[in-house]
């Protein structure tokens, strides 16, 4: 009988415990960062095949094979390349765009961290032809797409709540980084810094899983290296350095801002052209073709003349003259429909930044230098952090690639400079530009999510007093006294609203009567200062009574027909947003989850 109850009693406590949210998200976060370190090789493999087929190589090796091809190959290959991906782009992605971090920042602020699987595997194909064609465009932010594409899918499938939904974004997101760049660390942090948008145990815990198991899925194809060619022994000389590494903070600032701005500028400026949005891939080929006619580095993600900057490959003019090249390659590609990433064109921009900068340092002092190869790392990470608006993940991976303490302390100083002053600046990263361009805000965060999911119709009162516009003033007096809100609503008979009264309309005839027999409701109304619809949210009712100052606002069904529904109290308004704040706060500490079922029978 005793053996029974203990029996009994481990059954429920092991059912207990597979039910349990932590331990389902940490099965999921295996099996995602698996799926997500493949999809990252599949990636590469796939960005090999097509180079292959173009240029008859493979690999990273881009800009010293391509030096050997013919003129005509160079100029023509990204071009014909081009053509094909805007027409696959126009029409098998949506709203004819490509797809990239700022869809997954979106997707996890606003979208219940909803994507679809489908669209991040026609994203991916784009990426990895336009790169495998010559696109100057990077490769990790399509893996990041695909990584939290995969994440949303299994969240659909098992039908897991808001929270844990985009725990599972944040572990594809997680898994991507770190099999691309060996870097684990790094993975988790710019998961949690730049989509998850916490740092709570519940989101925490499995999204490293997901991101070491990445990392291992990687290590097993290419093995424990880190991805860029580091030169060894180097060392920090002086602590007199440091002044020099918080200038090239600053110096590295100005590059990602202009990198970024020259972006948007191309954007703009191919908008205008008298051609169709998929034929500008083919015009930026062409151009980016004929760029590489005189610096071949420019092709594809660039790792080669990353490589080659960290060596001390480059002579001053070739690192001046490759952050022009590169930066205006990479402009022409994104700002003109190519699909793609920005973080290692920024790599490579941060790696010439600091190379010449270190060349220059090391002329004036050289008793105090560290070599160029410590300045190009520190320009990698310095340009990457302020461009991608994550320093915290940036400088991990510096110290993940390079295991260097003293290293590290300098790749700090000089990220946190380039961030703060990019963000005094610019004012927001460059995913975060690319939402507002686009019309997208996400101030607020989840909490705006939250408030976007809740209806005016389910804090909308149905109680107010209306009348007809034909009402005589004398009516209008004595309904104006028993408002419950102090304001009648001018109804005619199809429920049409066209005003509304508060005693301050009436002016002169709130008191005399003398003109009674003139007016009716419609001479002393005015027109409504502002409606909601029954369909907005409560974000937008927020903005209104922001706006116009009013307590209650009139909701209609559309404003085609302004068929009153019924009426919105700014107390209830601002309620509910308290609600919602409380829910996001709650959900960053990790208490939500919990009380969130796992999946639905």
């Known amino acids: 009988m005793q053996t029974r109850k203990i029996k009994r009693r481990v059954r429920v406590s092991l059912l207990r415990f597979g039910r349990n ?191 070491v198991t990445g990392t291992l899925i990687s290590r097993a194809r290419y093995g424990d290296f880190p991805a860029f060619i580091l030169p060894e022994n180097w060392t920090i000389v002086s602590f007199w350095e440091f002044p020099a590494f918080a200038i090239l903070g600053l110096v590295s600032a100005l590059a990602a801002i202009l990198f970024m701005w020259s972006i948007m500028f191309t954007e703009d400026a191919a908008a205008k052209l008298p051609v169709p949005p998929w034929l500008r891939p083919a015009l930026a080929g062409l151009l980016v073709g004929a760029i590489a006619l005189v610096f071949p580095q420019v092709l594809g993600v660039g790792y080669e003349a990353t490589d080659a900057a960290l060596s001390d490959s480059y002579e001053l003019w070739l690192l001046l003259a490759l952050i022009v090249a590169k930066t205006a390659a990479t402009a022409i590609c994104l700002g003109s429909g190519f699909a793609g990433g920005v973080f290692s064109p920024s790599l490579f921009i941060g790696a010439m930044v600091g190379g010449a900068y270190g060349i220059i340092a090391t002329q004036a002092f050289p008793e105090l230098s560290s070599g160029h190869g410590a300045y190009t790392i520190i320009g990698m990470g310095a340009v990457a952090g302020a461009v991608l608006g994550a320093p915290i993940s940036t400088i991990l991976m510096i110290f993940e690639m390079t295991n260097d303490y003293e290293l590290t302390i300098a790749v700090m100083l000089a990220t946190v400079m380039a961030s703060v002053v990019t963000q005094q600046v610019h004012k927001r990263s460059y995913f975060i530009w690319q939402l507002e361009r686009r019309g997208v805000s996400i101030r607020g965060g989840h909490q705006t999510g939250l408030m976007r999911r809740v209806k005016v119709s389910s804090v909308m009162d149905h109680r107010y007093s209306a009348v007809a516009p034909e009402t005589p003033i004398a009516q209008v007096r004595l309904k104006l006294q028993a408002a419950p809100w102090g304001e009648l609503f001018v109804v005619d008979e199809e429920g049409v609203l066209s005003g509304v009264i508060t005693y301050a309309d009436l002016h002169e005839a709130a008191f005399d009567t003398s003109h009674d027999s003139e007016l009716i409701a419609s001479n002393v109304a005015r027109n409504v200062p502002a409606m909601l619809q029954i369909g907005d949210h409560l974000e937008s009712a927020v903005k209104v009574f922001n706006v116009i100052g009013e307590p209650h606002i009139p909701v209609v069904g559309d404003k085609k027909t302004m068929v009153m529904r019924g009426l919105v109290h700014e107390h209830e308004v601002m309620l509910a947003y308290q609600r919602a704040l409380n829910q996001a706060r709650a959900e960053e500490r990790g208490e939500a989850s919990s009380r969130q079922r796992t999946y639905r029978p």
């Not at 940490?26 to 097509?50: C, E, K, N, W, Y």
């Not at 990273?60 to 013919?70: H, W």
């Not at 679809?116 to 194909?125: K, V």
Request: aromatic share 8%; proline share 4%.
């Open 21 to 211: 949210d932590q331990v389902v998200l940490s099965i999921l976060a295996v099996v995602i960062g698996a799926a997500a370190g493949g999809a990252a090789i599949a990636f590469r493999d796939a960005i090999s095949g097509i180079q292959w087929l173009v240029y008859g190589f493979g690999g990273e090796n881009v800009a010293s094979l391509a030096a050997g091809l013919p003129w005509w190959q160079l100029l023509l290959a990204p071009a014909a390349g081009g053509l094909v991906i805007g027409l696959f782009i126009r029409y098998g992605l949506p709203d004819g765009r490509p797809q990239g971090v700022a869809q997954v920042i979106e997707a996890s602020a606003l979208n219940d961290a909803r994507m679809s699987l489908t669209t991040g595997i026609r994203a991916a194909l784009a990426s990895a032809a336009s790169i495998g064609v010559g696109a100057s465009v990077g490769r990790e932010g399509p893996v990041v797409h695909l990584g939290a594409s995969l994440g949303s899918w299994a969240a659909k499938r098992l039908h897991l709540g808001r929270v844990l939904a985009r725990t599972l974004l944040g572990c594809g997101v997680a898994a991507g980084v770190a099999a691309s760049f060996n870097a684990p660390i790094a993975g988790s942090f710019f998961a949690l810094e730049v989509v998850v948008g916490h740092y709570a145990l519940s989101a925490f815990a499995p999204i490293v899983i997901a991101s």
